[in-house]
């Protein structure tokens, strides 16, 4: 069983940077490939970046290539998401997910476990 819980949301301007957390509560963590997915109000839930279980290899969505960044730390259980030049169009619920699937997955379904979500606001 997984747990995972999100942390360091928060209202921003545009420009501006945040850093979300993702604590998790697994025995075998580095046997997940981590991930953090979006909501925007009225839209699907979206990929944004995943990171291997190994921390060498990290995937982006092209709307945030180049502004985020995935990292994982293994012993501490977490997965930060450094979230920089932020957008209005980047406003969503963003989820930490996991899945022991594999790597190179960026499909809702492909994930097993989730976390409740932390709000990302970005005002223009």
């Known amino acids: 069983q997984v747990q995972l819980v999100e942390s360091g949301g928060g209202l921003v301007q545009a420009g501006d940077s945040l850093r979300l957390s993702c604590a998790a509560s697994?025995?075998?963590?580095?046997?997940?490939?981590l991930a953090w997915f979006r909501r925007a109000p009225g839209k699907e839930r979206e990929f944004v970046a995943a990171?291997?279980?190994?921390?060498?290899?990290?995937s982006y969505a092209d709307s945030v290539k180049g502004r985020f960044t995935i990292s994982r730390d293994n012993a501490k259980i977490t997965v930060p998401l450094q979230m920089n030049r932020l957008k209005p169009e980047d406003t969503a619920v963003y989820y930490c997910a996991a899945t022991s699937l594999g790597w190179g997955l960026r499909g809702v379904t492909s994930y097993d476990y989730w976390g409740r979500g932390t709000q990302v606001t970005v005002s223009s």
């Open positions: 990171i291997s279980w190994s921390g060498l290899s990290t």
């Open positions: 697994v025995r075998t963590f580095s046997r997940y490939t």
